[in-house]
């Protein structure tokens, strides 16, 4: 099992295949619109911009979890998303990081490499995808996402493709 074996809805309702990442490097982030790390969408997006030409896609999951930080409807967060941080990332329907977490969220914390399985615990927490679909990194949420950090381990996996 990796993380390309999973079909979630995209922000608009569309179901979606991560198995289309199939050769890309991943930045999987549970993102709210009201929390103090949502500035963290300019970065999301810079990052994206810098390596997305090199296989780099980063992925946003709007999750309610914590602190109720993402109560606005699919429609509304797409357009807060673009019109405060120009984010242009694919998003997706908002998912569950905690309790009865959706099946991609039990995977990362529960099933995945044990390195960095764990809890969740709180929003713009960031996991590192291979282009093979393996995490290969957990980054949590006081993690700029360009930090020298997050940015030398995507690099040295896109270095891998």
Not at 25 to 42: E, I, P, R
Not at 48 to 60: Q, S
């Amino acid at each position: 099992m990796s993380v390309h074996s999973f079909e979630l809805a995209d922000i608009s309702g569309t179901p979606t295949s991560l198995e289309q990442y199939d050769g890309q490097v991943l930045l999987l982030v549970n993102t709210a619109s009201y929390c103090g790390y949502t500035k963290q969408f300019d970065g999301l997006q810079k990052l994206y911009e810098t390596y997305a030409e090199k296989g780099l896609a980063v992925l946003g999951f709007p999750c309610n979890d914590f602190g109720a930080q993402d109560p606005d409807s699919h429609e509304e967060i797409q357009s807060f998303c673009e019109t405060n941080y120009g984010v242009r990332f694919p998003m997706f329907s908002k998912i569950n990081a905690k309790g009865d977490k959706t099946d991609l969220y039990r995977y990362l914390t529960e099933e995945g490499p044990e390195d960095f399985r764990g809890e969740v615990g709180w929003n713009f927490t960031k996991f590192l995808v291979s282009g093979s679909g393996e995490v290969v990194g957990r980054f949590e949420p006081g993690t700029d996402p360009n930090d020298q950090e997050i940015t030398s381990a995507v690099e040295a996996e896109l270095a891998k493709l």
